[in-house]
């Protein structure tokens, strides 16, 4: 869509326009809301003054970039948002040219912006590279680390800040509004740009008495963080006035060096009952679009309902649980955990790494830490789980929520590679529970262990009912049921229903597993069953490279066994694509009737 001709009040029409088309869409097929609505106004202007055709756009997260998308030939096609095949709910180069790099997960866009820049110098062409990043996204580490080199290097990057909840660094009153307003203009830059050559000509006295001004100036602006690190602020801006968005993009496009243009948004923006600081339009399921209801909900317990519940009972049993989460309370089921002991329980905002390092001296110190993050984003505190609490032997529960297929979120956030990561990690214990009563089990046993343990469960609810099982024992699997078939079902976590419902279409007497411990396992259990059964099948939600397949594989080598047929339905090794986990699961072959057929037509 070629917007460069258009008025002011045209566009102001086409973000309405926009607008209403995303909440047509979202309140159908569900997806990222509040975010996309307020970053609208912000994203047609940033197409309107940047050419998407050769400028590299990097979207942090990028769920927030649905008007992008809207406004790069994908109109027609929206209405498949986030469904199996349609659109996906982040950028992507494999759906479109105009999309730049898949992205996520957080903080990645300054990092990609610099790399970018270098290309764009070392070929010497005329194109600048575009950041749009949160405030959210300004929590992480790695945005500093990406802002040290770009301020060093100078090279002719724009980020525009899209601050949806307060400023980064806070103004103060009306004079700082005043000054702000002031740095945004061309006259201010050319100002500063004038002074700091004159600086260069002056006596040292002098230069220093002027850097002093200059100083005492940017203090009581919000971008004092920025310049210091090297890097032009512009700003704040007024995030929903069209005109005053371009005025400072243009200006920032023209300066040629590294800038920062601070626009202040309203989540939610045109969407009234979702206007604010509101968690819950974050991400929404389908909903109606005049009250705002979800549609649907599920009868069933969801496992992060049952954990959060369950952990909060045996926090105020016992004093010395402690956890922390990174920017996803809601999300993980924290929140009831912070808002009832607030000095006990921690968001730190999207540092993973942070997370899972400040857990080490809690334990250190006799407590017990449950670090609660999404399976995905654990991949992001990889080398702090290895470094800072493995190494240390520190017992710190790691609670991998969304373990497994996510749906819709899609490649960047399916939960496939836990087991695979953490497995090949000394002292590293890992274990999953298959419905309610095990994951309560689990939890009242991690209590109590002493050294690293990580668990998963499954987005949504679990596929296996409760059933009488014992209690959680350190290395100890459960025989579900013997068989009289030569077959053996070994499910681990949420793979364990998945296995009970393929016995159920197969016309044998299979045995059923319950593996409980994928490391370390059951050895004497295993060593009996092997005598018992020569086919041996895995269930497990979960990549197959180095997952449960391949340490039930590694097991039978050790003990040389060689009479026993091991076939694995694990995840093959390929990303897996967004859309309804049912349709997702379709497409792996991983439903229970696709397995029996697979079974007794012994296909792999």
């Known amino acids: 869509m070629n917007i460069k001709s258009y008025s002011i009040e045209?566009?102001?029409?086409?973000?309405?326009?926009?607008?209403?088309k995303i909440l047509t869409t979202v309140s159908?097929?569900?997806g990222h809301l509040s975010s996309t609505l307020g970053a609208t106004d912000l994203i047609v202007a940033m197409h309107y003054v940047f050419d998407v055709k050769k400028d590299p756009f990097l979207f942090d997260v990028?769920?927030?970039a649905y008007a992008h998308k809207l406004l790069t030939d994908r109109w027609d096609s929206f209405d498949t948002l986030r469904q199996f095949g349609g659109i996906c709910g982040y950028t992507s180069p494999d759906e479109s040219e105009f999309d730049y790099y898949k992205a996520g997960h957080s903080s990645t866009s300054i990092s990609l912006a610099v790399g970018a820049a270098k290309a764009i110098s070392l070929k010497g062409e005329d194109r600048v590279a575009v950041a749009f990043i949160g405030d959210g996204s300004m929590s992480a580490g790695m945005v500093y680390e990406a802002l040290n080199e770009l301020g060093d290097r100078k090279y002719p990057v724009v980020i525009i800040l899209n601050d949806n909840e307060m400023s980064i660094a806070k103004p103060i009153g009306a004079i700082s509004r005043y000054l702000s307003k002031g740095m945004a203009t061309p006259f201010y830059q050319k100002f500063k740009t004038k002074i700091e050559s004159i600086l260069e000509h002056m006596p040292e006295s002098a230069t220093?008495?002027?850097?002093?001004?200059?100083?005492?100036?940017?203090?009581?602006?919000p971008g004092l963080l920025f310049e210091e690190l090297g890097i032009d602020y512009i700003g704040p801006v007024r995030g929903h006035n069209m005109e005053g968005i371009i005025e400072a993009l243009e200006l920032a496009k023209s300066l040629k060096k590294p800038v920062i243009v601070h626009a202040q948004t309203t989540k939610g923006k045109g969407y009234?009952?979702?206007e604010g600081p509101h968690e819950h339009w974050h991400g929404v399921s389908a909903f109606n679009l005049d009250s705002g209801k979800a549609l649907k909900k599920s009868n069933k317990k969801s496992a992060t309902a049952i954990y959060s519940e369950h952990l909060l009972k045996l926090a105020k049993e016992n004093s010395k649980i402690v956890g922390v989460t990174a920017a996803m309370p809601s999300g993980t089921g924290m929140s009831s955990l912070l808002e009832e002991f607030p000095n006990?329980?921690?968001?730190?905002?999207?540092a993973e790494q942070h997370a899972v390092t400040s857990m080490g001296p809690l334990a250190k110190e006799g407590f017990k830490p449950f670090c609660t993050i999404y399976s995905t984003f654990l991949q992001r505190g990889y080398d702090q789980v290895i470094h800072d609490i493995a190494l240390m032997n520190l017992g710190v529960v790691f609670a991998m929520d969304r373990a497994g297929i996510v749906g819709e979120d899609g490649e960047t956030h399916q939960g496939a590679f836990d087991i695979s990561f953490l497995r090949a990690i000394p002292n590293m214990t890992l274990a999953a529970p298959c419905n309610e009563n095990g994951l309560k089990s689990l939890l009242d046993f991690?209590?109590?262990?002493?050294t690293p343990l990580a668990i998963r469960y499954p987005r949504g609810s679990f596929l296996a009912d409760n059933f009488n099982a014992p209690e959680f024992e350190f290395a100890k699997s459960y025989l579900i049921k013997s068989g009289k078939s030569s077959r053996l079902f070994i499910g681990y976590g949420n793979g364990v229903g998945r296995a009970i419902d393929t016995e159920e279409l197969i016309d044998e007497d299979i045995a059923i597993l319950d593996l409980r411990f994928v490391k370390p396992l059951d050895k004497s259990m295993l060593l009996k069953l092997a005598k018992e059964y020569k086919q041996w099948y895995i269930f497990s939600d979960s990549a197959l490279m180095g997952g449960v397949g391949s340490s039930i594989l590694e097991f039978l080598s050790k003990e040389s066994i060689d009479n026993i047929k091991v076939v694995s339905f694990e995840y093959k090794d390929k990303f897996i694509p967004h859309g309804n986990t049912s349709l997702i699961e379709e497409y792996l072959g991983i439903t229970p009737k696709q397995l029996a057929d697979k079974i007794v037509n012994k296909e792999r």
């Open 446 to 450: 991690a209590v109590d262990f002493d």
């Open 28 to 30: 159908k097929n569900g």
């Open 272 to 274: 009234e009952i979702a």
């Open 10 to 20: 045209e566009l102001e029409n086409l973000a309405t326009k926009i607008r209403d």
């Open 62 to 64: 990028s769920h927030q």
């Open 208 to 221: 220093y008495m002027a850097k002093k001004f200059e100083d005492s100036f940017k203090l009581i602006t």
């Open 344 to 350: 006990r329980f921690w968001d730190v905002a999207i």
